[in-house]
């Protein structure tokens, strides 16, 4: 009876802590380690690498002033930005002053960090120029556009950390874990592959099954006609007599299948044609 109490509390403290915990998303290992995530509670993967691009060029940008100063904001997800002029080598996001250009990077794209709380997820980055911070609120929308997400400006919420909202069908965790253009990086989103096979490579994969077969066939063959029957030169053929006769039997066909075609042009051109009586 003690031992029963004993594993209920048990249980209960557990259920606690897992409850204080709350749920996480957590980073997957592979190219697109820093933009793609795992929901724990099973829900599936969020996938952001359509805003990745490996060129180091912007993925997404929005312009926005703040106190009478105009910005534009440019974010690479995945990879490091080098298109805007920040002085950081690994900037997930550049914060550029349209007047003159001046440029700091808002984060570090090594530090990108899924976060969880309720039913908000953001991807956050640290360690910006100046110790600035950037978070990114994912709104998902299964009826967005994901070459051309919403993207805006929320502002600089704290000294130094600016926040974005992007909505996006890819914000939405999928059991594939595969959004837009399937894990390939560049161009801010697009239609790539869905996962069907390509009709190509499934054909070559045939012919090399059927000439394979095809070798199998007169290999085996020949085997069994030397083993079994002591046959040696030409009589090693399996089937030789079917095959001495094949051609003839292609030429039959041939005629055979286009001989209406060809008596419809001889009609045609003796200006008459053969009716069935």
Known sequence: MLTTRILSCLLLVQAAL?????????????????????????????????????????????KAVTNEVEYEYDINLC???????????????????????????????TTAGF?????????????????????????????????????????????F??????????ACPTASGVCGKGGGGGGGGGGGSNGSSDPGV???????????????YFIVGAVILRVRYEKSGADLIIHKAFWKEFPFYVKDGVLFTFSPLTNAIRNRRSGYSTMDK
């Open 115 to 159: 976060v969880v709380e309720g039913n908000d997820v953001s991807l956050q980055f640290i360690n910006g120029e100046d110790d600035r911070k950037m978070v990114i609120h994912l709104q998902c929308d299964e009826n967005a556009n994901v070459i051309n997400p919403g993207f805006r400006f929320d502002g600089e919420i704290t000294y």
């Open 161 to 170: 950390v600016y926040e974005f909202t992007l909505t996006t069908p890819c």
């Open 202 to 216: 499934v054909g070559i994969v045939l012919m090399v099954l059927a000439f394979t077969a095809f070798v199998t």
């Open 18 to 62: 897992l409850g204080a915990r709350g749920q996480t998303c957590n980073l997957l290992v592979g190219q697109y380690h820093y933009c793609q995530c795992e929901m724990s509670d099973g829900s599936g993967v969020i996938d952001l690498s359509p805003y990745a691009n490996q060129n180091g060029q912007s993925a997404l940008t929005v």
């Open 79 to 109: 990879f490091a930005l080098t298109s805007c002029g920040a002085t950081s080598q690994s900037a997930a996001g550049c914060q550029e002053r349209t007047s003159d250009q001046s440029a700091w990077s808002t984060g570090d794209f």
